[in-house]
Nanobody, 126 residues
Framework: QVHLVESGGALVRAGDSLRLSCAAS????????MGWFRQAPEKKREFVSI????????YYADFVKGRFTISRDNAKNTVYLQMNSLKPEDTAVYFC???????????????????WGKGTLVTVSS
């Protein structure tokens, strides 16, 4: 079983930056990919970004390209989401997710993930 814990959510102003972290743990943690999704109030959860654990290739939703950057620290089993030029419409609960080792379900356009964190709230004021 994989346990994911997000941190870094906060109340910020439009134009500010924020970095989210997600630490993964488990008896024998391994994964094909880790990424971020978000869910705004009264909206469905949506894909934000995914990073392949095998080759570090990255994928982004169009609405965050050029503003958000996903990265990882292998030694810490941690994935980050650097968010710049934040907008009020970025307000959401951000969820970390991981794909099971060997899974290809996470690849676009499915973005299917197997493990989820509880989320961290990002609020961007105008």
């Amino acid at each position: 079983q994989v346990h994911l814990v997000e941190s870094g959510g906060a109340l910020v102003r439009a134009g500010d930056s924020l970095r989210l972290s997600c630490a993964a743990s488990g008896p024998t943690f391994s994964t094909s990919a880790m990424g971020w999704f978000r869910q705004a109030p009264e909206k469905k959860r949506e894909f934000v970004s995914i990073l392949s654990w095998s080759d570090s290739s990255t994928y982004y939703a169009d609405f965050v390209k050029g503003r958000f950057t996903i990265s990882r620290d292998n030694a810490k089993n941690t994935v980050y989401l650097q968010m710049n030029s934040l907008k009020p419409e970025d307000t959401a609960v951000y969820f970390c997710a991981a794909a099971a080792d060997g899974s290809s379900w996470w690849r676009p356009p499915s973005y299917g993930m197997d493990y989820w964190g509880k989320g961290t709230l990002v609020t961007v004021s105008s």
